[in-house]
């Protein structure tokens, strides 16, 4: 018998053995809550993670992603989070963890609650970013993407003309051209669709948007100069299974979304999305002859499918088609002439994106990647007697490779890519068309030190069959002083190749001529790639203020163009366009502070200053419409949540927008001459929502409530096909102040 009991020991020791010689070195994995008022789970970045008994650890990042050290490993993992109940693991050898945590309950006498801000920024992510949750985006009635930084101090959203209300982002005081917006990681909103791609994006199909200023990684493209925006779409794993949302405005303006989650069968899931938005009721508040906001229709789909293979295969599968119509201009109430100055615009759009991913069994830290996207985009514009019509047919694919050097804290990601776009323009009699065929390849390195410091360096080389060569260096570094605090540094080079219709249809709402000095040996429009260096720092500073946490950060941003595609307002009756000759520079200073004074209270606040300047023919001027001075609050608040999660929120935001120059009109006859400097103005912003449940809610806002409008938003607005007309010097609000209301339903 007591042999019997000291072989089965032997035996048990020698599996033992036999099993830790095949421990990993290191192990991955993510961690997920659900948030009680959403019902929904969502990744839980800051989630302490350790091995039971040891100071051996880690955290979570952003997304809710961790790697630890199994050196010095005992039996049992430990997840540790404010707010949610401990969770307990048992290693066995695992290399990829999916590990979800229950929010906490009230023990003895004490209440744990959730302390995440629905706005973060990432200690350890090496880029400089700021992470919105759904949380975040609810606070607004984020009913596309332009309208989704509301609450935000480091985007801007200023609108083209005072005609067609179409919105534009401007950050790091440049134009939203200069940022490379992403979808799911994949270049998007580009090209043609620029400006109007962002109205293609409704807001409740968002998951989480992520703002990364200064030059973002070269694994995505060489066209990021002011930063990266990458929204992430709900897909078949994180939507909800049924959700509808429905709004309406006092403009006439209602939308409807609905989207679905299935599961087929034990592999794939698929969600099923629609948009629509409608608007027939023509609005004059400010009595100037010209509708307040444009009449609308628009329907979009989207299908996503995800695939869970076995031994490390995923892939992600999306297509999205819609067609939208709009009509602006003069009302047809209260105007006596014949032909009445309208705007119209009709786009169909369809994109489609293919992403398949496999990751090595047992060699989590290696992995390959495909992505396949393409788009069709064609656009049908009128501008009273101007006709414009534009085509785009892209083509991308990128193939990654991902691995180590030597161990984990020396990685690597290379790859090649391929971009094709096709344009075919025509702006009255004046055609534009060529053909861009990009081959690229690109590496780029990752030293980690995950307690102290992150470095990444990176590389890549683009032929552009038209423009030549693009050598595309970016660096991007982290280092922390301790927990609480750490600086980073970015800076890079990008390029872009201007399409200076689509980027500048506001222009059109206006009499002025275009001017294009071109060079007849360059392609498309006779001018040169766009070409830039970004540099930037940020000091990120985590303390207690009254015993509550408390962030405050500092950042400051230079953007320098090598070359930079000037577009010139400051003749009253033209609108040229020319290659830079001399210097271009935007820099850019903003502090941040977040706290929570009082529990279910957040409250931000910054200061921004801007100072963009560039050479219009050789004269050192300041970028015209660009205020210097940004000033911004916003508070939200909400109740303590009842046993049937029913709550109140409120949500607030105040901005104030310094003076800017504006273009000079003293070619105008005096009375249509306007002042030289815009006034500084307040931009109020509130919004109400009664939760019934974690499953129904609805909300009520509104929108500039102090009722501020640009005086004299339209230059001659009597005699719009005159030659003094003007809608294009925008640079504050122009159609007042906006109730809305809408509910939220999900399950």
């Known amino acids: 018998m007591m042999i019997t009991k000291h072989l089965a020991a032997l035996l048990l020791c020698l599996i033992a053995l036999g099993t830790y010689g095949q421990v990993p070195k290191t192990i991955k994995g993510r961690v997920m809550g659900k948030d009680d008022a959403s ?3 969502s990744p839980l970045p800051g989630v302490n993670i350790y091995w039971l008994g040891t100071q051996n650890g880690a955290s979570t990042d952003s997304d809710g992603k961790f790697k630890l050290s199994t050196e010095g490993a005992t039996d049992t993992l430990v997840f540790s989070f404010v707010g949610f109940q401990t969770g307990y693991v048992v290693f066995k050898g695992q290399t990829y963890l999916e590990v979800s945590l229950k929010q906490g309950e009230v023990l003895e006498g004490a209440e744990i609650v959730e302390t995440r801000n629905s706005t973060t920024m990432s200690m350890l992510n090496p880029l400089i970013t700021q992470s919105l949750d759904r949380k975040e985006l609810t606070k607004a009635a984020c009913c596309n993407l332009s309208e989704s930084f509301e609450t935000n101090a480091s985007v801007d959203a200023a609108y083209t003309d005072a005609v067609t209300g179409t919105r534009q982002i401007r950050m790091l005081g440049l134009d939203g051209k200069y940022v490379q917006i992403t979808k799911d990681n994949i270049p998007a909103v580009r090209g043609l669709s620029t400006v109007l791609g962002l109205y293609y994006v409704p807001g409740p199909w968002v998951d989480q948007i992520v703002i990364s200023k200064g030059v973002g990684s070269v694994t995505s493209g060489y066209e990021s100069v002011t930063g990266q925006i990458n929204v992430a779409i709900k897909d078949p794993v994180n939507a909800e299974k049924f959700h509808l949302n429905a709004y309406g405005n006092q403009g006439g303006r209602g939308e409807l979304n609905i989207h679905t989650r299935q599961n087929v069968g034990r592999q794939w899931a698929t969600t099923i999305m629609a948009h629509t938005e409608y608007n027939a009721l023509e609005t004059d508040h400010n009595n100037d002859g010209f509708m307040d906001n444009p009449l609308k229709k628009d329907v979009i789909l989207r299908n ?5 293979g076995d031994r490390g295969m995923e892939g992600e599968y999306q297509v999205t088609a819609l067609a939208t119509a709009s009509e602006s201009g003069q ?27 496999y990751v090595f069994p047992f060699k989590t830290w290696k992995s390959i990647g495909t992505q396949f996207s393409g788009e069709y985009h064609e656009q049908q514009s009128t501008f009273g007697d101007r006709f414009y019509s534009g085509i785009q047919r892209n083509l991308r694919v990128n193939l990654l490779y991902a691995s180590i050097i030597g161990n984990t ?11 094709h776009d096709g344009y075919d323009e025509r702006l009255d009699s004046m055609n534009f068309a060529r053909v861009e065929q990009v081959p690229g390849a690109y590496f780029e390195y990752t030293w980690n030190n995950v307690e102290r410091f992150t470095l990444v360096a990176g590389m890549r080389v683009d032929d552009n069959n038209l423009y030549g060569l693009f050598w595309t260096p970016r660096l991007h570094f982290r280092y922390s002083f301790t927990e609480n605090t750490s600086l980073k540094f970015a800076a890079g080079r990008a390029y872009r190749t201007a399409n200076i219709i689509a980027e500048n249809m506001g222009q059109m709402a206006s009499s002025r001529q275009w001017v294009i000095f071109s060079n007849p040996a360059v392609a498309g429009f006779g001018l040169n790639p766009e070409v830039a ?16 946490e408390a962030t405050i950060s500092v950042d400051f941003y230079s953007t320098r163009f090598e070359n930079q595609v000037i577009t010139d307002l400051e003749d009253a009756r033209q609108v040229r366009f020319y290659n830079l000759s001399g210097t271009s520079i935007s820099n850019s200073a903003q502090a941040e502070f977040s706290w929570s004074p009082i529990r279910r209270m957040d409250v931000r606040l910054a200061y921004r200053y801007l100072d963009v300047q560039a050479d219009f023919m050789n004269e050192r001027v300041t970028l015209p419409l660009i205020s210097k001075h940004r000033a911004f609050v916003n508070v939200a608040y909400e109740t303590k949540p009842n046993e049937k999660k029913a709550q109140w929120k409120f949500d607030g935001t105040l901005n104030w927008i310094g003076e800017s120059r504006l273009p000079s009109t003293s070619a105008n006859p005096e009375e249509l001459q ?9 931009l109020v912003n509130a919004q109400i929502t009664r939760v019934f449940s974690d499953k129904f809610e609805i909300y009520l806002g509104g929108e500039n ?13 009597g005699n719009p096909f005159g030659n003094y007309f003007d809608a294009s010097l925008v640079w504050g609000p122009v159609f007042g102040a906006m109730a809305y209301t809408g509910l939220r339903w999900s399950f």
């Open 304 to 308: 996503a499918w995800k695939y869970f």
């Open 331 to 357: 009302t047809t109430f209260g105007n006596d002439n014949a032909a009445l100055w309208t705007s119209t615009s009709d786009s169909k759009h369809i994109e489609a994106s293919a992403k398949t991913g």
């Open 705 to 717: 409530i102090t009722n501020f409008r640009q005086p004299r938003a339209i230059v001659d607005p």
């Open 674 to 682: 306007l002042n030289d400097r815009s006034d500084a103005y307040f």
């Open 409 to 419: 804290n020396h990685k690597f990601t290379t790859g090649v890519s391929y971009v």
């Open 533 to 548: 260096w970004n540099g930037g720092v940020n000091l990120l500073h985590r303390f207690k203020l009254n015993y509550r």
């Open 39 to 41: 019902g929904q789970m």
